[in-house]
């Protein structure tokens, strides 16, 4: 993934979190596989 490609999916993101569509992390999830999880989104 490309800079510009990581900066789209956080202005996604921060799209979806406005509108109420949020992701939480697992209370099993490391923080790793909660960042892998988000970026395969």
């Not at 979806?16 to 596989?33: F, L, P, V, Y």
Request: glycine share 2%; with cysteine; aromatic share 4%.
């Amino acid at each position: 993934m490309n800079i510009q490609e990581f900066c789209a999916r956080i202005q996604q993101s921060s799209a979806q979190k406005q509108s109420g569509q949020t992701i939480a992390m697992h209370a099993n999830e490391s923080c790793e596989d909660f960042i892998n999880r988000l970026l395969s989104m």
